[in-house]
């Protein structure tokens, strides 16, 4: 399973040879063999490399879970042995890795000391891609659209805000217009982020032209920014709600349905079956999320 995975992953036997420092021949063997247990080609052998048959992505899926699941099988067999080192990795959008995510891994580990992470912050199509193919555990991560080979577990609606300095002319509304923001400097985030994504949906709609006075794909550098300017940057209300009081900022709903139309989601791999510190994880998380999203305005 293991050299089938990594073959289909490296799209040949030699680029799979040379990442497992496994001889050619040994991995070709066993992927005969594979395919002679479950009565169907796997691959079809084409001059570009090994390109997966219908049979190949079917059986793709399992493997990835098969292979996650019995490290975690090992790890927890491991840990009875000595300490328990649980490992947690996961992608997230980059707001949710700012706003709240790496607060939420601190206080996990004060009650589970031996939790190690890894986060890799990811766009949107990343995140889903990383977990459905057992790359990581799960993911923290905005979304417009349904995935492939993942499940939600919980999802949360998160409109896109305009995100502005406390003494702002408009910053005493209850909300606020496209037109009307359009008035002002606008810092923007780059084409990658769901944000942006919609923004420019939204204004193709309504025939309104976007000009940056600021535009970057590293967000600090936008709420500096807007926060010594009368400039407006626009966020999920989840990504920037720990930081609207001490950077002096604060945060207007858009009145955009189109804005509306966004979810940050819990993923995992679909079918997967969790380890318990994972599931732990997850269920901490989205006691953050509801308590955040309960005091959004």
Known sequence: MKYFVEVAQEGSLSAASRHLHVAVSAISRQIAALEEEVGAPLFERAARGMVLSEAGRLLL???RR?????????QQIASLQEAPRDEI???ASEGAARGFLAEAMA????????TRFRMHVATPGEAM???AEGEVDLAVSFSVAPGRGVKVLHSWRTPVYAIMAAGHPLAGRASVTLPEIMDYPLA???GSSTARHLLDRVCALDGLTLEAALSSNYSPALHVFVRHSDAIVFAGYMSVASRLKPDG???RPVASAELQSRNMQIQVMEGRLLPPHIGAFIEHVKA???EIEAHQP
């Open 61 to 63: 899926a399992h493997a």
């Open 66 to 74: 098969t292979l996650m699941e019995s490290a975690a099988v090992l």
């Open 89 to 91: 990795r996961l992608a």
């Open 107 to 114: 206080v996990f580990r004060k009650r589970h000391p031996n």
């Open 129 to 131: 891609r990383m977990t």
């Open 188 to 190: 923007l985030t780059d």
């Open 249 to 251: 900022l604060v945060a």
């Open 288 to 290: 953050i999320v509801d």
